[in-house]
């Protein structure tokens, strides 16, 4: 019996019949044409948002955001789907979120998040759900519908907070830009964003840490040290609980300094310690008020008293917010008194220059004892032993 001839194009025909349900032959995948529709939808979703066209928005699924963004601002609001999976009837969809405020953010905001689309009545893919990637904060509109407040330097947003409460953060931050850019200088944005959630578990939603990580920690200010210009504007992230402790210098204390945190921000990277950079920003907000080294640094006047005077600068881990409270306030006050050493010494302009040179070095090893050498004339020792001296005098009795 004479056998059948296989050609070379059979084969390839077999190969693409065993794999149809799986990718068009010279085609895309079922996976490629999932990620496609789901870009598709997020695309008209975005355009909805940003034209505050609710009912295209309702078209293409669930979820509260066109409502709770309302107010905020926007430039820009878009999605890129980075993978999908199905799971049932349902497709998993991860995807970057990129938004930007307008007047504040000069490049956008990047946060992942993960989504669930359901074939809708017609059988069309839609959004079933939408909440942050595992391990990333939350977004303020997870939390609520935004509340924003304007101010001359400043934009406030708050989720469960009145437009009253929101104005008087507008105030103290329309106080603390000038005063900052009085010393540090302008070369900086000289605008801050606020966000003021309605809890210290919402700020620590909004961190993606912990809640006990911040308690009884004011304010928090996100953003990239030494970022670009093009980088997103930075955000201080407001602790409603421990602010309401505050009386009213220690709450324009707080807003002062995490504006000099966003000031600096171009010259802060990881040669620079946090004794220097929390101590600046210390230093600049209580530069303005009358309360001295005995008033504001309690812990370390105890621990002078008791014959515990440090014998090293703050180091890192000594500024953990995890940690021990009594530690973690000597590390901010011992920083603020270093400053403070620096000013009346050699002069505020040195001090300046001083947290520019750490900065200017880019990397830790060397960059404390360069600048020390290079703009104040002085070595590490020996600057520890007049930071030493300082403290005995001006906490001591």
């Not at 909805?48 to 820009?76: C, I």
């Not at 405020?101 to 992942?112: K, Q």
């Not at 209580?286 to 370390?300: I, K, Q």
């Amino acid at each position: 019996m004479a056998g059948r001839r296989r050609t070379p194009g059979s084969a390839v025909v077999a190969v693409c019949l065993l794999l149809v349900s799986l990718v068009a032959c010279g085609g895309r995948t079922a996976t490629d044409g999932a990620r496609a529709d789901a870009q598709r939808l997020l695309d008209r979703r975005a355009a909805a948002l940003l034209a505050h066209d609710a009912g295209a928005y309702a078209r293409t699924g669930a979820g509260a955001a066109f409502e709770r963004v309302r107010a905020v601002p926007l430039a820009d609001w878009s999605y890129r789907v980075t993978g999908t999976h199905r799971t049932g009837d349902a497709l998993a969809v991860d995807a970057d979120l990129s938004y930007r405020v307008r007047g504040h953010d000069r490049a956008p905001v990047t946060v992942p998040r993960a989504l669930r689309l359901a074939r809708d009545a017609g059988g069309r893919w839609a959004v079933a759900e939408e909440r942050p990637a595992p391990k990333a904060g939350q977004q303020l509109w997870d939390q609520g519908t935004v509340t924003v407040v304007r101010g001359r330097h400043s934009l406030v947003m708050g989720v469960g907070q009145s437009g009253e409460r929101l104005r008087s953060f507008a105030d103290l931050a329309d106080r603390a830009v000038p005063a900052v850019s009085a010393v540090w200088g302008t070369d900086w944005a000289g605008q801050v964003v606020l966000l003021v959630p309605t809890s210290l578990e919402g700020m620590a939603g909004l961190l993606g840490s912990p809640a006990s990580s911040y308690r009884g920690i004011a304010a928090v200010t996100t953003g990239e040290t030494g970022g670009p210009p093009r980088a997103p504007a930075d955000r201080i992230v407001v602790n409603p609980d421990a602010y309401r402790t505050l009386g009213p210098i220690g709450r324009q204390v707080v807003i002062t300094h995490e504006t000099t945190h966003v000031a600096t921000r171009a010259h802060t990277n990881g040669a620079t310690p946090l004794w220097l950079s929390e101590g600046y920003a210390d230093w600049v907000g209580y530069r303005d008020t009358d309360r001295g080294p005995a008033e504001a640094a309690p812990e370390l006047a105890r621990a002078i008293a008791e014959g515990r005077a440090p014998d090293a600068l703050p180091t890192d881990e000594d500024f953990g917010f995890g940690g021990d409270a009594t530690r973690l306030a000597q590390a901010y006050e011992g920083g603020w008194m270093a400053c403070r050493v620096i000013a009346e010494r050699w002069g505020e302009e040195r001090l300046h220059a001083f947290y520019r040179a750490v900065g200017a070095h880019g990397k830790r090893e060397g960059a404390v004892e360069g600048a020390l050498r290079d703009v104040l004339g002085t070595t590490l020792r020996d600057f520890t032993a007049d930071w030493q001296d300082y403290l005995r005098a001006r906490l001591a009795g």
